[in-house]
């Protein structure tokens, strides 16, 4: 009927109420992964800063998140969904191939991406660090994520022959330990390689790990 008044559609400025909060959360995110991750770190940030850099007011911050600390949280586990996909993008692209070309392509991607902006490394292996013990627990809960990859790729080599069958959750997270430690330390400038040096030294020592001295696969 002309002239009738048409109902609400919840929309404003061509977008619904749940894509405008996506949004508000998006750019409150982005502004933490440069705020926290290059200056002036995640302890010296302040909502007001934060919400300052995002464009939107702290009335906004505190509709999308309790505090600064529920904002690092999610970076964290945003930062490693980002790595744990490009490295099963790189498992995926090497399906078929052995244990060797399985892993470099897997931590060839993974180096890469965790590597390609500092800013994700030093939510993940600084900023993260100490600041509380429900960090602490995510932290080492993501951790064991990806022990859990480690050793699924190293039963699944076991099984078809390529590494020594055993429980392998001690030595992968060894392992872990180490892939942290170096990629930390290549970005900081204190490993003089290039990054497809670092891939090529941790492949080796998680063929090392697979294989252990004496040990050769079937068929050889």
Same mark, same amino acid.
């Given at each position: 009927m002309a002239g009738r008044l048409r109902a609400?559609?919840?929309?404003?400025?061509?977008?619904?109420?749940? #894509?405008?909060?996506?949004?508000?959360?998006?750019?409150?995110?982005?502004?933490?992964?440069?705020?926290?991750?290059?200056?002036?770190? $995640?302890?010296?940030?302040?909502?007001s800063a934060l919400s300052e850099a995002a464009g939107l007011s702290t009335r906004q911050f505190y509709e999308e998140f309790r505090?600064?600390?529920d904002v690092l949280a999610a970076l964290h586990l945003q930062v490693n969904d980002w790595a #744990? !996909?490009?490295a099963l993008a790189g498992l995926a692209e090497a399906d078929g191939l052995p244990i060797e !070309?399985?892993?470099?392509?897997?931590?060839?991607? $993974?180096?890469?991406n965790v590597t390609g902006d500092p800013r994700r490394l030093r939510i993940t292996f600084i900023e993260i660090i100490g600041v509380s013990p429900r960090l602490e627990r995510q932290r080492?809960?993501?951790?064991?994520?990806?022990?859990?990859?480690?050793?699924a790729e190293a039963t699944a080599?076991?099984?078809?022959?390529?590494?020594?069958?055993?429980? $392998?959750?001690?030595?992968?997270?060894a392992f872990i330990g180490g892939v942290n430690g170096l990629l930390h330390d290549w970005s900081s400038g204190w490993v003089d390689a290039s990054l497809d040096e670092?891939?090529? #030294?941790?492949?080796?020592?998680?063929?090392?790990i697979l294989r252990p001295a004496g040990w050769r696969p079937e068929g050889v």
């Open positions: 609400p559609t919840g929309r404003y400025g061509g977008k619904t109420a749940e #894509e405008r909060k996506s949004e508000r959360r998006r750019r409150f995110l982005d502004a933490g992964l440069q705020l926290f991750g290059d200056a002036p770190g $995640y302890r010296a940030t302040t909502v505090t600064l600390e #744990e !996909g490009a !070309g399985r892993a470099t392509a897997a931590f060839r991607a $993974y180096a890469a080492l809960a993501r951790r064991s994520r990806w022990v859990d990859f480690i050793c080599a076991a099984d078809r022959g390529e590494a020594a069958p055993r429980d $392998y959750r001690v030595a992968a997270a670092v891939v090529d #030294e941790l492949v080796g020592l998680l063929l090392g």
